[in-house]
């Protein structure tokens, strides 16, 4: 991406955005008779690499991402950072110790956004594609990067797995999510972010398309790492509900363009 120094300002106020979602789910989770653990990390966070990144990239090109990735630096910081962190604390009753805190570190996502911005700030990235002995590196990387959007979606499509049980409970929270999702959320875009931004349609899409997208896809392995079955099925069920509701919904959206 282009970086500004605005752009900044929208990965902070994305991440505190995030921290909002939680803490709001985590106060519907204390409404008697909608009580339960899972609620709070089902309404934050989503699937921002593994499928909003080749949603958009479908209907807007590559080189529009820019603008969605402004979204998504702060989203992996408040995934790696908090959401883990959070989940293996009250799951598995973890401290927060320097040993949990170094693992979130070591993260590769958080090792690669950082180098990113740090290539593009340094102009070092700049340097790689136009390098002779770099370019070529580059080049490859392009060429495979174009092979990325069918075969995510491909195994997405594949991996999706729904349990009728949990069909009620899932579309009870999918509910819940996009309801404090738009509120929030576009709460946030019109008192802060639209303050900060310029005016900009592909960044407008590229919000719309963050706000829709399901819950990360990757919450049933973190469920059944940190806590139990049921709660791996549950997560699974719901992702998978999401998912579907978010294409539908990107979909129709993309035909009222």
Do not use: C
């Amino acid at each position: 991406m282009e970086l500004k120094a605005e752009y900044f300002m929208v990965f902070v106020i994305v991440f505190i955005l995030l921290n909002v979602l939680f803490f709001s789910g985590f106060m519907v989770s204390k409404i008697k008779g909608m009580n339960h653990p899972l609620i709070p990390f089902i309404v934050t966070g989503n699937s921002f690499g593994l499928l909003g990144i080749p949603l958009f990239t479908t209907v807007f090109g590559a080189e529009n991402v820019g603008k969605l990735s402004i979204l998504g630096v702060g989203h992996e910081f408040f995934i790696w950072l908090v959401f883990i962190t959070i989940l293996r604390v009250k799951f598995r009753e973890e401290k927060i110790s320097f040993v949990v805190m170094k693992d979130i570190i070591k993260s590769p996502l958080i090792i690669s956004i950082a180098l990113g911005i740090l290539f593009n700030i340094t102009g070092l990235g700049t340097f790689i594609q136009e390098n002779p002995f770099s370019k070529g590196f580059y080049i490859t990387l392009q060429y495979l990067s174009s092979l990325a959007t069918p075969l995510i979606l491909i195994i997405i499509g594949y991996g999706l797995k729904f349990d009728k049980r949990y069909m009620k409970e899932s579309v009870y929270f999918l509910f819940i999510r996009m309801i404090l999702g738009f509120v929030i959320g576009y709460a946030f875009k019109m008192l802060i972010i639209d303050r900060i931004m310029s005016p900009d349609p592909i960044f407008n899409y590229a919000y719309f398309t963050f706000l829709i997208l399901p819950p990360p896809l990757s919450l049933p392995i973190f469920m059944g790492t940190y806590s139990t079955k049921e709660h791996e099925e549950l997560a699974n069920n719901v992702v998978v509900v999401s998912t579907v509701f978010s294409i539908v919904l990107y979909i129709l959206f993309v035909l009222t363009l």
